[in-house]
Structure formats: C-alpha cells, structure tokens
C-alpha cells in the first residue's frame, strides 16, 4: 500500500526567502507524482506533474524534481512571495490505486 | 469549460437522512474520483471510476455509494448519514493519469 509523507507539516519563512518542500513515498512503481496547492476553505489546483519517465518539471517560480529510486520529490519555490502561502500537497498515481496524498505542508510566508 | 462542478457547497444534514452529492465534468475525463478531507488527515479516496459503468472502492467506501451512468456524472450517494461522515467532500477528474482537476468541495456537517 502507497504511504505518502510530507515534511515539515509548517512552515514560515520570511518573503524573499528560497525554499524546498519535501515529499517521500513507499512504492517506487509510480505513474506520476503532482504537486497541488490549496488555499483555506477552497480546492485543489495542480501546480505540477512529473511523469514516471521524468527527472523534474518547472513553471514560473517553481520546480520540483523526482527522484523514483529513492522515493523522494521535492518542490522548490524561488524568491517566495506572500500569496504563495497556502497548503502544498504531493500525490502519486501508482499501478491500480488512483492519488494517494500525503498530509500537506502548511507555508506562511510572512512579509 | 467549467471543469469539475460540485453541488451543493455547503449542507447540514441530520443523523440518519441521506443525500446525494453531484458532480460533473466537461472535459470528456475517462477517471473520476471521489475523496474526503478531514483536519490534519489528508485527502482519503472513497471510490473511483474509470470509465462509464466502471467503479471501485476506494480506501473508505464504507456508508457510501457511487454509479457512473454518464462520462460526466458521478454522483456519491449517503446513506443514513452519521456525525463521523462530518467532511469536505472533493470530486476530481482525470484522463488516465494526466493532471487531475479538482472541484471546489462540499462542505457537509451531520448533527
């Protein structure tokens, strides 16, 4: 059974400041891993998804990057701004099991 | 193209009642989702589809139930709602495993 972790659970960080979220899983045999973000009392928007083939993918500030073997992905957001705060989620697609989510990460980033 | 349009928002419900909560797609997705929110427990999928006439259970079916009559359907059935059915309740969409849409939820309280 796919198990996705997220750490750290929150995070605050000064605006400006560069910053990585991580995000590990159990099974390896993934079609994809997304990266969501929410904000409060809403839905979720996809931010990125990198296929199984796929080593990373970028838009704007963002990147995040996979890395199969280990299980690990990582979102990196450059030069963060206050409107990037909201909870960030990761999810794998993997054999017969749809998005499996992991619990989120809360950013605040403070002006 | 609305994407995924839930309906209702928001409901209260009585112990014991039953509802359906609706959900469509307009972008001719062969997979559909359904997943609840609680407080720091992530999203947990409660069925699923993968196409017209298809469903399956997702990690917590239990007390609910699905029919995926339509490409653009998929309606989650309560049935003798009790207070630990208390959610946010997210429709989502797909086409395989492509970016996944989500809907804006629907809040339900059970008193």
């Known amino acids: 059974k796919q198990e996705v972790t997220q750490i750290p659970a929150a995070l605050s960080v000064p605006e400006g400041e560069n910053l990585v979220l991580n995000c590990s899983f159990t099974?390896?045999?993934?079609?994809?891993l997304q990266w969501f973000r929410q904000d409060p009392g809403k839905g979720l928007t996809s931010l990125l998804l990198i296929q199984s083939s796929q080593r990373e993918q970028t838009s704007g500030r963002l990147n995040a990057s996979l890395d199969k073997s280990s299980g690990r992905s990582t979102l990196y957001i450059a030069a963060s701004q206050p409107g990037d705060s909201a909870t960030y989620l990761c999810?794998?697609?993997?054999?017969?099991?749809?998005?499996?989510f992991g619990k989120g990460t809360r950013l605040s980033v403070i002006a | 193209n609305a994407g995924v349009t839930q309906t209702p928002k928001f409901r209260i419900l009585k112990i014991g009642q039953s509802m359906t909560l609706q959900c469509a797609q307009d972008m001719n997705h062969n997979y559909m989702y359904w997943y609840r929110q609680d407080p720091g427990m992530g999203l947990k999928l409660i069925y699923y589809?993968?196409?017209?006439?298809?469903?399956d259970k997702g990690e917590v079916p239990n007390g609910y139930n699905v029919s995926r009559s339509t490409t653009e359907d998929f309606p989650l059935r309560l049935e003798l709602a009790a207070p630990s059915q208390t959610s946010v309740y997210f429709c989502a969409s797909s086409y395989g495993t492509a970016d996944t849409f989500f809907g804006q939820g629907t809040r339900l309280t059970v008193v």
């Open positions: 999810a794998t697609f993997s054999g017969n099991t749809p998005l499996v």
């Open positions: 589809s993968v196409g017209a006439g298809i469903t």
């Open positions: 099974d390896s045999a993934i079609y994809n």
